[in-house]
């Protein structure tokens, strides 16, 4: 059970979600005119599920991780979620109100950080934007400028608040962007890669903000990324979506108690052979997962070779022997603390990110 | 001229080609907007049809006669609206797919290639032109079916001509118009304004002559007057090549003074451009 | 789960005004103005641009004009005088040409303020906000209505110095309750319009379009009866063939009570009939974006 039915502790929760879009060809106004082969060719439609019944529940406070790699289904939730898009099947209950029915008081509970450069008005500076979007966020008056002051002066950016945001540099934007979901004061936060893109500091900066907004101000924060660092270092709990089905919930620690440690092995080498999952696998049958995550080996990323599962480490000496006939260059071996990468693996047989991408910032 | 370093001219005028190419296959993926442009022209200048007839009660116009030997007025205006067409996709269609080139990423690769950034605006300029061309055929075709447009085997030649050095005459302002969007963002503004500029001073809708004078010497820096007087002398009045002569001629030196400043401005402003690196502000 | 001493809230119930009410009608006022506020502070980031639109529409009414002249070899239309009962020409175009910059409002301005948004990528941050979206469509049409008003009195400014005209001050002040009318139903228009540019990939075709059909439709350079019967009744269902018919009554001095009768009962039932129209469209297109999740793209 995910959640529990009769408790009334829940800021967000998701019952049965569900939602799959149809990719049809756009053929514009007259794409009637259009020959017939292509009509047929149209008419084919592919349909994508994007959330699968999915059940969710985060508590009132809580700071929640919703992990999974790009196209699980992580922002078509967060969409759903925020009113944006319509679930085909199920509802979800935001702040006590529905999504479906009440969406005014669903978004008047929310605050939502974006991902991505465009969200805000570049040609305006920072304060306009913010007393624009307070404006439409039905905030009194009096209230407005004082409150926009005050997160400007919580953001650092009171000095070159009257700056236009296209002098700003990427990172102050996202501080923007921020302090735009705050204005309202929202009990409820959906942050959708809130660090894409940002450089190492600014996404410390940020997510030392996420903390705090979560254990200072008591707000509960639905935070989808793939970084799997992040999620590990601020989330309660975390819940891992594939596919868009949610393959676990739990707290970071207790998930990566889901994989053993004798159950972990990562080779780290360089020039790894073709199919080198599927040599392996035909020479150690019990081990349950096999998979190998590319490094960019030019730029003196190593590879890494990860085994999961059954006897893993009993399987060392033939793993190391069978990858030296095949000319590998092997540089270290861990038999370490599980990742929630190897977790994500576990439990979806999936690479949560490919490269050197998973390791977050 | 850049194309002296390290290309030939047979290697622009693939250039060229391969801009055409490029441009042509765009619009068969648009069909719409082919559409679009064919029909169109045909609903600004109607209201002009029913304003004559409400003021003049008929469809000729005695008035009219005096100024540019024909009374009748629809043919006069269906031509206007058709060569009109011309500019608009070449101010639209060069200063646009600037932008849009800037837009897809690719304006700084393409300014960067060392090829003649010149002939690459031709290849735009012509898959514009042939475009135009597609529409305008379509549109002639109508007119004389439907608005009593004259037309005979003889003056064909003369009127593909006559398009042709408009054609010519409009790439050179179009060159500098691409010119001055290497320095400045809003370019858009500037096509704008050029097309207000050819639309009110040159005889797109009424005759030159009605205009005070200072209006007419502007227009006659511009190449589309003449080419509306030596169309329409030849497919109203009736006359024969001959008799324009000396409009054919005159568009020719505007042709060639537009040309050779286009090519020069856009030398310079790229010179410019690269020394003081605006290029990527778009 | 309350690991790390964190204090749990209770969910908060009330959050911002919704619904009938009084509170809820002014923050959605206020956001409309703004909208408006908003527009003219990113055009005023383009001077060129706010210079070249003021002007524009002079452009395109000066050649109605010349043309007229040319045509009559004067300003006084004796086949204008005997279908409307004035013959200056100038005059009659320029009380008619007044009204295509609000036809701009609802086509432009409106059918295109949320696609903006869309380009500017910021559409999603104003969706998620409590405003009604109607409210963000209605501010893109102040700032183009006020933004009109501009163009028509540089336009006025123009033609009065080079050609005079006749016109009632006295009939001012009505002309501006008949046009305000008209935008009214304009704006259910507008929000038609808006609907139709975010379902179809070429909205601008639909735009352009429909400008130029109200172009002809509107009596705005010749009276409608030279137009084919079926263009006559066609333009009974848009409201600027009435308004411009009860504009020039109080304008142009041939007002008879009748007629201002007919073009009042005319354009109030265009006007409830273009909102409510407008309305569920623009309602029922959001539900099916949402549902489609196209509501990001381009």
Known sequence: ?361 | ?282 | MKRKGKEFREPKKFLCPYGFTLANLKAEMRAIWENNVKEWKIEFTYPLSFIRQSVEPLIFLLPFIVYGLVLIGGRYSDSLMSLVGTGDIVTYIFTGYIIMGFIGTSVWAMGFGIRKEQWYGTFESIYVTPTSRISLVLGMALHSVVHQGISVFFEFLVIYAIFGLALRIEGILPALGILALMMLALCGFGLFVSSLALVLKEGWIISEGLYSVLMILSPVAYPLTVLPSIAQQMSKVFPTAPALIGMRSFLIENYTPEVMGNVFLHLLALDLAWIIFGVMIFYATDVYIRKRGTLGKY
Request: glycine letters at 6%; aromatic letters at 10%; charged letters at 20%.
């Open chain 2, 1 to 282: 001229m850049g194309s002296s370093e390290t290309y030939s001219f047979k290697a622009n005028l693939f250039i060229i080609w391969s801009e055409v190419v490029k441009n042509i296959k765009f619009m068969m993926a648009y069909p719409v907007i082919f559409v679009f442009w064919t029909i169109f022209p045909f609903f600004w200048f109607l209201p002009f049809i029913f304003q004559c007839q409400a003021f003049v009660g008929g469809l000729h116009s005695a008035n009219f006669e005096q100024f540019t030997g024909t009374s009748d007025y629809i043919p006069f205006i269906v031509i206007g609206a058709i060569l009109n067409g011309y500019v608009l996709t070449s101010l639209y269609g060069v200063g646009e797919s600037m932008r849009r080139e800037a837009y897809r990423g690719t304006l700084d690769y393409l300014l960067s290639s060392p090829s003649n950034k010149a002939f690459i605006l031709i290849g735009k300029a012509l898959s514009e032109s042939i475009k135009s061309t597609m529409y305008a055929a379509i549109q002639f075709v109508v007119g004389i079916l439907v608005f009593g447009i004259y037309v005979t085997i003889e003056i064909i030649m003369p009127i593909v001509l006559i398009i042709f050095l408009l054609i010519l005459g409009l790439y050179g302002i179009a060159l500098m118009l691409a010119a001055v969007s290497l320095q400045f963002k809003q370019a858009h503004d500037l096509a704008h304004t050029l097309e207000y500029v050819f639309y009110v001073f040159t005889p797109v809708r009424y005759p030159l002559q009605s205009l005070p004078f200072w209006a007419q010497v502007l227009g006659s820096f511009l190449p589309l007057t003449y080419a509306l007087i030596a169309v329409r002398s030849l497919m109203l009045l009736k006359q024969n090549v001959l008799a324009v002569y000396q409009e054919i001629f005159l568009l020719l030196v505007v042709d060639v003074v537009a040309i050779f400043l286009g090519f020069y401005l856009f030398d310079w402003m790229e010179k410019k451009t690269k020394s003081s690196g605006s290029i990527s502000h778009y």
């Open chain 1, 1 to 361: 059970m995910v959640y529990d039915e009769r408790s009334d502790d829940y800021s967000i929760k998701t019952i049965n979600l569900a939602k799959s879009f149809r990719k049809k060809r756009h053929k514009g106004v007259f794409g009637f005119l259009k020959r017939g082969n292509e009509k047929e060719k149209s008419e084919t439609t592919d349909v994508t599920v994007a959330l699968d019944n999915v059940n969710l529940g985060v508590r009132t406070g809580e700071l929640f991780g919703l992990l999974g790699p790009n196209g699980a289904g992580k922002t078509t939730l967060v969409k759903c979620l925020s009113t944006i898009l319509i679930p085909d099947d199920g509802t979800a209950i935001i702040n006590g109100f529905d999504i479906r029915r009440q969406t005014t008081l669903v978004r008047a509970s929310l605050g939502m950080v974006i991902g991505g450069e465009r969200t805000l008005y570049w040609k305006l500076t920072a304060r306009d934007n913010l007393m624009y979007f307070a404006s439409l966020y039905k905030m009194p008056r009096k209230r407005i400028k004082e409150r926009v002051d005050e997160l400007l002066g919580t953001m650092n950016l009171l000095d070159r608040a009257d700056e236009r945001l296209e002098d700003y540099s990427t990172g102050m934007r996202q501080k923007v962007a921020i302090a735009r979901a705050l204005l309202h004061d929202p009990p409820v936060l959906l942050l959708d890669e809130p660090t894409l893109g940002l450089d190492p500091t600014f996404s410390r900066q940020i997510r030392n903000q996420i903390r705090e907004l979560s254990r200072k101000e008591g707000k509960t924060v639905l935070l989808a990324t793939h970084y799997m660092k992040e999620a590990d270092e601020l989330c309660d709990r975390i819940a891992i979506i594939n596919e868009g089905k949610i393959v676990a919930v739990d707290t970071s620690d207790q998930l990566k108690a889901m994989v053993k440690e004798t159950e972990l092995v990562e080779v780290i080498c360089y020039n790894p052979p073709q199919n080198v999952e599927e040599y392996l696998k035909a020479l150690c049958p019990d081990v349950e997962i096999i998979t190998l995550i590319r490094g960019e080996e030019a730029k003196g990323t190593p590879s890494r070779i990860k085994l999961i599962g059954g006897n893993a480490e009993k399987r060392i000496s033939t793993v190391i022997d069978a990858l030296r006939k095949k000319n590998t260059q092997i540089t270290s071996l861990n038999i370490s603390m599980p990742t929630l990468e190897d977790v994500f693996i576990k439990l979806t047989g999936a690479k949560l990110t490919e490269g050197s991408m998973g390791a977050g910032q």
